[in-house]
């Protein structure tokens, strides 16, 4: 374990951003935040985007997998696998949640935090 590259950092977060953003209807929010908790650094990234369904839940990680159905929306489905594999990478781990009560979801990014 070492420290995080910033790189690595920045496209993890473009990754999420972007996907909270076109998720998230007109007037929705988007919302982004960081904390210590434990060993880890916990940066997360919520919106107010309909969440994720239980069927798609276990998809949504998979390389080429994507719910974007318009054209100008449509992505290749790499985002959040590039961002599980960049986690893998500097020991750390991507997760998410529903927002309960809803809507929305919560994608958190946890790096394993050192203290310098």
Do not use: Y
């Not at 209807?25 to 650094?41: M, Q, T």
């Not at 009560?101 to 310098?116: N, Q, R, T, V």
């Amino acid at each position: 374990r070492g420290l995080i590259p910033e790189d690595l950092l920045r496209q993890a977060l473009f990754n999420l951003i972007q996907n909270a953003i076109d998720a998230t209807p007109p007037g929705g929010k988007v919302v982004c935040g960081g904390r210590i908790a434990d060993s880890e650094l916990v940066v997360e990234v919520a919106d107010t985007g309909p969440g994720v369904s239980a069927e798609l839940a276990g998809k949504i990680f998979e390389p080429g997998f994507s719910t974007k159905k318009a054209i100008e929306l449509s992505g290749l489905g790499l985002g959040l696998d590039t961002c599980r594999r960049l986690m893998d990478a500097v020991g750390g781990s991507i997760r998410f949640e529903n927002l309960n009560p809803g809507p929305g979801a919560l994608f958190s990014l946890h790096f394993p935090w050192i203290k310098e």
